[in-house]
């Protein structure tokens, strides 16, 4: 047997025999190694193999824990409340439909799918693409839509790449997801932030940074942004489509939720952009799964190409596999079904969130809550570090993110807290947030 292998064998046999008991802090990777004579990128594998299948889970600069059993319905018992995961609930992903998905993929893609493909994208995908976008008002040519292995890749090709308006610098609004800071940070692209707050950005502020800021592009997340849960306004949408055209600034649009909306009127910024200054982003991460690595742009003819020579060079195309059954997922109707599921369901949990915190008032704590999506935000009067909340929240058994990774170091502060709904159905959501409340306002 491997030492990988002993590992995973050493702790299921010890949550079996309940030595190991929920919540309980296995030891350090270090302590671990020590104890098997191996490496900690031994251990370290163990562990995430053992996360995966949902038998333990990790604090941020805290280790390793065991998860809670589980009753008949799924549900953890005596285990932590999951504010903080930004992934689909895996207990309501398609996972059989899907499967027949990939079986009939693996006929159709005979041909190709142990061959190099086009950079582009799978011919079959880009067609069943333009047609699923209609469903977003997004009308586009197959051959503007171009596919990548994920949200990320696309964002990390768009900070080093260069742009037709020959500028240098990424503006970003603040707070924003992480993964794009990282991206910024690992790609050493210039970039400045605005405040992006319950009630958006100040769009004097934004004029005044198109125009002096040498913007390459405006990166945003227009409807329940991560990690705030604001949506822009239609007038805020044609605002900002107007800068851009005036300062010859490109805007790129994640539109990670779109999935979630409830307000079929709500339309991307895509649709109202008649001067080709959008890139569209849509991943299928967050409503379908994350493992996929599948994502799609819609990119304006003068930056596709550059965009292409990029993308050929960091992975030459993406899995043919993951493109074949996402295009018969999405043709043949079930996603259509599913994506109903799944807006009632997050909508659901959101509204449990709003008469939850309705029901406990707290002086002090001021919330954003969508009507959908996976994500609120709690605002602190307070600027108070997580790592103060946190031996709170472990010992009340509540998971929440550090959301100052949300920031560019000169924004950084921790008057925001981003709460999850993606992992916590309505009973949890009801035990927890009280709790959390409670927490945050002892503190504030």
């Not at 193999?49 to 589980?70: A, N, W």
């Not at 227009?222 to 949506?231: E, L």
């Not at 991943?283 to 930056?303: E, H, T, Y």
Request: hydrophobic content about 35%.
């Amino acid at each position: 047997m491997l030492k990988y292998e002993e590992i995973v064998s050493y702790i299921e046999e010890h949550i079996e025999d309940q030595t190991f008991i929920p919540n309980m802090k296995l030891p350090s990777l270090r302590e671990m190694a020590g104890h098997f004579s191996t490496s900690v990128g031994t251990v370290l594998s163990a562990y995430k193999y053992l996360e995966q299948r949902h038998k333990i889970y990790s604090i941020p600069k805290s280790g390793y824990y065991i998860v809670g059993i589980t009753d008949s319905r799924g549900y953890k018992k005596n285990s932590m409340i999951d504010f903080y995961s930004g992934a689909p609930d895996s207990r309501y992903i398609p996972f059989h439909d899907f499967q027949h998905c990939i079986d009939k993929s693996l006929d159709l893609c005979r041909e190709v799918i142990f061959t190099y493909a086009d950079v582009q994208g799978l011919p079959l995908l880009l067609d069943t693409l333009e047609k699923q976008f209609k469903q977003y008002q997004i009308y586009t040519r197959a051959s503007s839509i171009v596919v990548t292995s994920g949200s990320q890749q696309a964002l990390d090709i768009l900070c080093r790449m260069p742009f037709p308006n020959g500028k240098k610098t990424v503006l970003i609004e603040q707070p924003i997801y992480y993964g794009m800071i990282k991206s910024i940070y690992l790609c050493n692209t210039p970039a400045i932030g605005i405040r992006r707050g319950f009630n958006g950005v100040d769009f004097e502020e934004l004029e005044r940074l198109f125009y002096y800021g040498d913007i390459k592009f405006f990166y945003t997340i227009p409807r329940y942004h991560n990690p705030t849960g604001h949506s822009y306004t239609k007038a805020e949408k044609q605002e900002l489509l107007r800068l851009a055209g005036k300062y010859n600034v490109y805007i790129v649009e994640d539109d990670i939720a779109a999935d979630f909306d409830t307000n079929s009127r709500n339309d991307p910024l895509f649709y109202y952009d008649s001067s080709d200054k959008v890139i569209y982003i849509k991943s299928f991460s967050k409503v379908l799964m994350p493992g996929l690595r599948v994502c799609a742009l819609i990119l304006p003819d003068l930056i596709k190409n550059t965009f292409l020579e990029y993308k050929e060079w960091t992975d030459t195309y993406t899995s043919i596999l993951s493109q074949g059954s996402l295009a018969v997922y999405l043709g043949s109707g079930m996603f259509d079904k599913y994506q109903d599921s799944i807006r009632r369901l997050y909508m659901n949990r959101m509204g449990v969130l709003q008469e939850t915190v309705r029901e406990n008032p707290a002086p002090g704590l001021e919330w954003n809550i969508p009507d959908s999506g996976f994500f609120a935000c709690v605002k602190l009067k307070k600027d108070t570090p997580f790592d103060k909340i946190q031996p709170m929240l472990f010992k009340n058994n509540i998971r929440l993110m550090d959301t100052s990774k949300f920031f560019l170091k000169e924004f950084r502060n921790n008057h925001y807290y981003r709460v999850s709904v993606s992992k916590a159905n309505e009973d949890e959501i009801r035990a927890g947030i009280p709790k959390l409340i409670r927490i945050l306002g002892r503190y504030n």
